[in-house]
């Protein structure tokens, strides 16, 4: 009996063994034009003429696997798309050569980590939660390489771009860790901006309505800043080099903004704020600033008036604009600029603001500037806080006090 058991066993298992074996699952093949409602990962590259790829469902990961999506060449279609689906994930690989690379619409968790967005950029409107990590992003066909509205909580960071970036109405914008090159790094009607920590070659930050705005830490050479219709904006620690303004006001209203401990060389002028009414610059504060070699002026602040007449705004009054504790060195001597007195802009200081004004103006070091280390003409037109110093500017002081030793 034992034999005829052993013997049952033996022919099963040889039965099993001839039996076919069961086919494996093939992965599903992605194909241009496909709309994706489950996670992939891509096993080869893809070369649309058309669309890429459409992402249909919540929770949806794109992972490039090292591969490309090539697009049409002819500036039309988009590379990855998704409109009304959250927590969708980009990962890992190229897009490149569409219309766009990357449109996001109506999406709640958007991720993008090391991806390559060559010649045909990124465009988010209406999301919440956006981040990009690594990557590279260069300029489309036309428009910006970055576009994003009414978007609220982004992140970029470790990221290099090339080619214009704007964003308008979106709250909670974070740019660190970045290269940055050629073009405007543009905010309009925004909050709760931080640009920090960033390389920036030959791009202008535009600020318009911006509020709350912080740019710390950054190195930026032939670019520069400018503020408009702004209110608390922080430029602190940056380097900010070879541009036509290291930071300049212009004659939009803008109130509040602070630059201090920057370093600011061959530039133009380093700071810069031209308006019709010192109202218009209220609370501007420029402290702590090493200014070199700027051709017109360290700083220069000129404005035809106070305040409006009583008749426009009698209750009107702006508070202090402080210029203290800068150090100005060399700068002047490649003037070609004029204030609206027609007096010659090259000095450490300059200021043409009416008598009486609230410019305060104390504790900066001024050194062989052209010919002025602080011209503040006429007298009794600044505020002298003390404890200015000239030492060998051809003409030192006019307008305040200054040591010369």
């Known amino acids: 009996m034992a034999r005829e058991r052993l013997l049952t066993v033996l022919l099963a298992v040889s039965a099993l063994l001839v039996m076919p074996a069961t086919p494996a699952v093939a992965a599903p093949v992605v194909a241009c034009g496909a709309t994706l409602t489950a996670s ?81 950029g990124l465009t988010a409107s209406s999301v919440t939660n956006l981040r990009i990590t690594g990557g590279l992003i260069t300029d489309p066909p036309t428009g910006p390489v970055v576009s994003v509205q009414n978007t609220v909580t982004v992140s970029i960071d470790r990221v290099e771009v090339l080619g214009d970036m704007f964003f308008t109405y979106t709250a909670g914008v974070s740019i660190s860790n970045s290269t940055l090159h050629i073009g405007n790094l543009g905010f309009a009607t925004t909050g709760q901006v931080a640009i920090r920590n960033n390389l ?72 810069s704020a031209r308006a019709r009414l010192l109202t218009d610059l209220s609370g501007l504060t420029v402290t702590g600033n090493t200014l070199t070699g700027n051709h017109q002026a360290a700083v220069f602040v000129e404005a035809a008036q106070i305040t409006p007449s009583a008749a426009v705004a009698p209750a009107q009054v702006p508070s202090p604009l402080t210029i203290s504790g ?48 602080i011209e503040a003409a006429p007298n009794g037109t600044v505020q002298d806080a003390g404890g200015n110093v000239s030492i060998a500017d051809p003409r030192g002081c006019l307008g305040v006090t200054c040591a010369t030793a």
């Open 40 to 120: 992939v990962t891509l096993r080869a590259d893809l070369n649309c003429t058309g669309d890429g790829l459409i992402v249909g469902a919540d929770g949806v990961t794109v992972n490039l696997n090292g591969h490309v999506i090539g697009g049409p060449r002819t500036g039309v279609g988009t590379g990855i798309a998704t409109t009304s689906h959250h927590n969708v994930r980009i990962t890992n690989g190229t897009v490149h050569s569409f219309g766009r690379g990357v449109a996001l619409s109506n999406v709640n968790g958007a991720t993008l980590t090391n991806v390559q967005l060559l010649y045909n």
């Open 200 to 271: 920036l070659t030959d791009r202008v930050i535009t600020l318009s309505q911006a509020g709350n705005t912080a740019i710390t830490g950054n190195d930026s050479a032939g670019g520069g800043i400018s503020v408009a219709l702004s209110n608390g904006v922080l430029v602190q620690n940056n380097r900010l080099r070879a541009s036509q303004y290291g930071v300049v006001v212009s004659t939009a209203p803008s109130y509040d903004l602070r630059v201090q401990g920057n370093f600011m060389d061959g530039n133009e002028y380093g700071v």
């Open 326 to 373: 800068n150090q100005m060195r060399a700068n002047g001597f490649g003037s070609t600029d004029h204030d609206a007195a027609g007096r010659v802009i090259n000095d450490g200081l300059h200021t043409n603001v009416p008598t009486g004004s609230p410019v305060v103006v104390g504790s900066n070091q001024a050194f062989a500037n052209a010919e002025y280390g």
